[in-house]
Every structure is written in C-alpha cells, then in structure tokens.
C-alpha cells in the first residue's frame, strides 16, 4: 500500500523555523518527484514547490511567495522528503501536503498543520 | 501563469450535468492541465491529467477537454458524491499554479 505521511506540523512564531516530513513507502520513492501544496483554512490550494528525484539531479523549483524561505530537499535511503521552512510569517499558516505521481496514480499525504503565531 | 475558473459556484442537482471552465493567462504548453476535486477535510484527489486522461480508478462520468488557454471539465451526471470543490492545476511551467476552485453545490 502507498502512503505518505507528513510530520513536523506545529506552533510557530513569526520569524521562526520549522521541518516538515514527507515519510514514503509502499513505491519506488527514489524514482519520484515530490511536490508541496498548501492550504489556509478555508481558502484554495497554494503550490509551494518540488524535488525531482536524483536522475533530474534533484531539482528544486518554488512558489514565488516562499522562495529564499523554504527549501525541498530529500533523504532516498530513508524514503523520506523534507520542507525547510524559516522566515516564517503569519500568512504561512496553512496545511502543508506532499504529493507524487507515478503514472496515473497520484498518492498524497493526510496534511502537517503548522500555525505561525505569536 | 494565472489559472482563473468560472463559475465560482455551481448549483445543481443530482442527475444533472455539470460543465466547470478553466482559462488559462497564456497557453498552457504540452497539455499539462489537471483537475482535482476536494473535499472537506480531506486532501485533494487528481481527477485529471494532460487535460482529458482520467486517473487511476475515476469514473468515466468525468471527462477533461479544451488546449491552449481554455480547459473545461465535464461531470455528466452528478452523483452525491461530486458535491465538492474543483480546482484545475497547470503543470507546464514553474511555479505550478492552481485556479481558485469551483464549488459544486446541491
């Protein structure tokens, strides 16, 4: 079975940092991108970004409202994606999903709450 | 690229059909178009990819069209379970964008 499951979400004040996980299991983890949605609560979903996998050399791209703030990276002997968040403002709070697509199967994570406040 | 969907809100009835637009701010290259239904309090669910595949395990009631910078999903009956939130996604250039969503609504 795939799953994905996200980890990390928390309180944090405004300026402050914070790592979410992506763990990944039940498919070839190190052979997919991984993307990064976000969504406030009762508003649309916002993409924040992407990791290729390591034959497109880890690429990473960025949502203009968190690039210089966050950076994807990823662990593939641990199956596992991280978003490095610092800088944070209020207006990052939100639900924060990791996604793949393998084909025509796209599997997402049950979203990391993470609160920016003081 | 700027997604903008139409309507905002959509109400209908169980049975009928639902038509959701999705207009692009330049063309979206490659076919890269997605929809997506959501729900509350759940993730979002891919319901389309390269504009008029259908993903894994979603019902042939749902169908993708159009190119270029206008996209449109089809519901062709509504069963209760398509009251929702849509939302198209291109894919084609980065950053990625989603449009704003459309409420499906009894």
């Known amino acids: 079975e795939v799953q994905l499951v996200e980890s990390g979400g928390d309180l944090v004040q405004p300026g402050g940092s914070l790592k979410l996980s992506c763990a990944a299991s039940g498919f070839t983890f190190s052979g997919s991108a991984v993307y990064w949605v976000r969504q406030a609560s009762g508003k649309g979903l916002e993409w924040v970004g992407r990791i290729r996998s390591k034959a497109n050399t880890y690429a990473t791209a960025y949502a203009a409202s968190v690039k210089g703030r966050f950076t994807l990276s990823r662990d593939d002997s641990k199956n596992t994606a991280y978003l490095q968040m610092s800088s944070l403002k209020t207006e990052d709070t939100a639900v924060y999903y990791c996604?793949?697509?393998?084909?025509?199967?796209?599997?997402w994570g049950q979203g990391a709450l993470v609160t920016v406040s003081s | 690229i700027v997604l903008t969907q139409s309507p905002g809100t959509l109400s209908l009835s169980p049975g009928e059909r639902a038509t959701l637009s999705c207009r692009a701010s330049?063309?979206?290259?490659?076919?890269?178009l997605a929809w997506y239904q959501q729900k509350p309090g759940q993730a979002p669910r891919l319901l389309i990819y390269g504009v008029s595949s259908r993903a894994t395990g979603i019902p042939d009631r749902f169908s993708g069209s159009g190119s270029g910078t206008d996209f449109t999903l089809t519901i062709s009956r509504l069963e209760p379970e398509d009251f929702a939130v849509y939302y198209c996604q291109q894919y084609t250039t980065s950053p990625w964008t989603f449009g704003q969503g459309t409420k499906v609504e009894i």
């Open positions: 996604a793949t697509r393998t084909g025509a199967t796209e599997y």
């Open positions: 330049q063309s979206v290259s490659s076919s890269y």
